[in-house]
């Protein structure tokens, strides 16, 4: 049988480092269509600077990176200092449990 998966969470929220291997895993997580339909990187609390270095190019197809923008305030970082490709939500927390009240997956890092 075949069995529908949902959205996967990865979070990153101790270290700017954390970032660079959510990524990483993302790519290698969503190879495989058994693990999850798309990928969401949720970045927040001291994880948050590792979203200056993010470029389109370490995106895999299939994932988002989100910034959370109470973290972004709290480490005085401006929306006009984070990369396109970053989406930037009002609070972490909270996309992960909104996520998470419908069929997300949660991991954190």
Do not use: K
Not at 90 to 99: C, D, K
């Amino acid at each position: 049988d075949d069995v529908e998966v949902g959205p996967l969470i990865l979070h990153a929220s101790d270290s700017p480092e954390d970032v660079r291997r959510a990524l990483r895993l993302s790519g290698e997580i969503i190879r495989d269509p058994a693990c999850a339909s798309e990928i969401h990187i949720v970045v927040n609390h001291s994880a948050i600077p590792g979203i200056l270095d993010v470029s389109q190019s370490q995106i895999p197809q299939g994932v988002t990176v989100h910034a959370c923008a109470t973290a972004m305030r709290g480490h005085r970082i401006g929306r006009q200092d984070v990369p396109a490709c970053v989406d930037v939500v009002p609070s972490g927390i909270v996309f992960i449990a909104q996520q998470q009240s419908g069929d997300a997956w949660y991991i954190r890092l």
